[in-house]
């Protein structure tokens, strides 16, 4: 099978769709198929595509005004052109908005089968950047989707937003974890030494440091005696959150066997984020044996047990999160329960499992659009 992912973002990017369709092209060749990455240009100076597993078709771009970290494509026929030579059975749109956007009036121009992956909730991005938009943003996510053959949402909350709004044909398609690179063997004893030279309990956040994860939230988890606050990640919160958090480590951005060796060595992940469809990191924590404490809302339903792998907080409550760690502070015992539970949960969501339910996606719209033209 010849596949496009046209995506909103790709590696050198730090983020869950570059993650997800790093993993999905890695996947597809796996499998013995064909795919080929159209993506923004990364910012000057970056390092090239070493690790993507195949082509990559690099569209130029411009930072985000106030967030240059993610860079928006700007129009180019290289879209196009990429769609027309590659001569795709299916085009994957990875969280389409902008790019994605083009590549789905390019697929349909070209009679295409297209599916849209649903990953960022833009509209909350829209209230939280702009305090409007909202209406607009789910307007254009609506129109994106709505001409897609299958959209595929990450977790059920997610999968309602998008019903509720009128997007049709939506299927569920939860992440895959990489339970190789991440998993409890992986703790080192010198870094949590290192970390914790008192013997301090670990709590870490790991993802991009902006206002629409409410990092801040933590602040109360800072002041709990006998814990220390380890926060891995970049983004434009990063100087507002050092003052924040009075106390606490930051370890910048941290990638592959680096990031899975600080996750390990964790005794609690907490996670903040409000707006999350899915939340990658929190499988990471659990693939890791960590007990995780997140928002009662989104992705996090779907992924942690309330008092089996982790504790389910209200959302922006920064009372409950610190209440939450504290409580597993003061349990050793329940935090090692929770987190061989939770390892034992996502062992089976590898990719490679979830890479071959995407395909089962794919052959189902190809069949089909097989079936609408032989009627």
Known sequence: ???????????????????????????????????????????????????????????????????????????????????VTHRPDVVHLASPFVLGARGMAAAARLGL?????????????????????????????????????????????????????????VRLWPRGVDTVRFRPDRRDEALRRDLAPNGELLVGYVGRLAPEKHVELLAGVCALDGV????????????????????????????????????????????????????????????????????????????VGHGRTGLLVPPRDAGAVRDAVRSLAEDPGRRIAFGAAARGLVEGRTWAAVGDRLIGHYADVLAGRRTAVAA
């Open 113 to 169: 089968p297209a599916v849209a992956v649903y990953q960022t909730d833009l509209a909350a991005y829209a209230r939280t950047y702009m305090g409007a938009g909202e209406a607009a943003a789910w307007r254009r996510i609506r129109s994106v989707h709505a001409a897609a053959d299958r959209t595929l949402a990450p977790s059920t909350a997610a999968l309602g937003d998008l019903e509720t709004h009128g997007v049709p044909r």
């Open 228 to 303: 220390r606050l380890v926060v891995v990640g970049d983004g434009p919160s990063h100087a507002h959150l050092t003052e924040a958090l009075p106390g606490a480590a930051f370890l910048g951005r941290r990638t592959g066997d680096d990031l899975a060796r600080i996750f390990a060595s964790l005794d609690v992940f907490a996670h903040t984020g409000p707006f999350e469809t899915f939340c990658q990191t929190v499988q990471e924590a659990m693939a890791s044996g960590v007990p995780v404490v997140a928002p009662a809302v989104g992705g996090p339903l779907d992924l």
């Open 1 to 83: 099978m010849r596949v496009v992912i046209v995506t909103e973002s790709f590696p050198p990017d730090v983020n869950g769709v570059a993650h997800c369709a790093l993993q999905t092209a890695r996947h597809l060749v796996d499998r013995g198929h064909h795919p080929l990455v159209v993506a923004p240009a990364p910012a000057p100076g970056t390092r090239p595509d070493t690790d993507a597993p195949c082509p990559v078709v690099r569209i130029p771009s411009l930072p985000l005004p106030g967030y240059p970290q993610v860079r928006i494509a700007l129009p180019s026929r290289r879209l196009a052109a990429a769609l």
